[in-house]
């Protein structure tokens, strides 16, 4: 009888701790939304605007943090959900598809740079295999981080994206086209 006891009040113990966790987690996450703008949508499909994709990566999506505090992760709205992701750059931006979790898009105005990286909320790793972007949503200045399948397009993905931010920074127009020449 002493077992059967001890066995309950161990599993209470830990349902209570679960418990507490998806508090502190709800709570974050109403407090967050009030501090951080819901984020951007996906524009219309390139297919429809007939954009050029310049680079497309797959892999996981780790987490979006305040920039430069890496473990203070972003919950609300889904963006704390680690998920299996698919990312592409184009001209307007970085589109973010995610699966089981609602994806989002970084215009290309809002690029503040991109870096590798060892660490993000959710992951810690040996080398610097984290691709991460920072960007600005209203006020706030964030960091998303990725894990490619194939670290091979990560140079690629750093040369491309600072392009893109810098075409936006110099010459964007209010239609979205590049003021003088590319």
């Known amino acids: 009888m002493e077992r059967v006891l001890l066995t309950l009040a161990i599993v209470a113990?830990?349902?209570?701790?679960?418990?507490?966790?998806?508090?502190?987690?709800?709570?974050?996450?109403?407090?967050?939304?009030?501090?951080v703008p819901p984020f951007p949508t996906t524009?219309?499909?390139?297919?429809?605007?007939?954009?050029?994709?310049?680079?497309?990566?797959e892999?996981?999506?780790?987490?979006?943090?305040?920039?430069?505090?890496?473990?203070?992760?972003?919950?609300?709205?889904?963006?704390?959900?680690?998920?299996?992701?698919?990312?592409r750059l184009y001209e307007r931006g970085?589109?973010?598809?995610?699966?089981g979790a609602p994806g989002f898009w970084i215009p290309a105005e809002s690029l503040v740079d991109i870096r590798l990286d060892s660490r993000i909320a959710g992951k810690?790793?040996?080398?610097?295999?984290?691709?991460?972007?920072?960007?600005?949503?209203?006020?706030?200045?964030?960091?998303?981080g990725f894990r490619?399948?194939?670290?091979s397009v990560y140079p690629q993905w750093i040369e491309s994206v600072r392009r893109v931010a810098k075409l936006a920074e110099h010459g964007r127009s209010g239609s979205g086209e590049v003021k003088g020449g590319a």
């Not at 113990?13 to 939304?33: D, E, H, I, N, Y």
């Not at 524009?43 to 994709?53: A, H, M, Q």
């Not at 473990?71 to 299996?84: E, M």
């Open 148 to 151: 490619g399948d194939e670290l």
């Open 13 to 35: 113990f830990f349902l209570l701790c679960v418990f507490g966790m998806w508090l502190g987690w709800r709570r974050k996450a109403r407090s967050q939304s009030v501090q």
């Open 94 to 99: 970085v589109e973010v598809e995610r699966v």
């Open 124 to 144: 810690v790793m040996a080398t610097d295999s984290l691709l991460v972007f920072t960007w600005q949503l209203g006020d706030v200045q964030l960091d998303t």
């Open 43 to 57: 524009p219309p499909t390139p297919e429809e605007t007939g954009e050029r994709l310049l680079a497309p990566a």
């Open 59 to 87: 892999g996981l999506y780790v987490s979006t943090t305040r920039a430069g505090h890496w473990q203070d992760r972003i919950v609300t709205r889904g963006a704390g959900l680690r998920t299996s992701a698919t990312w």
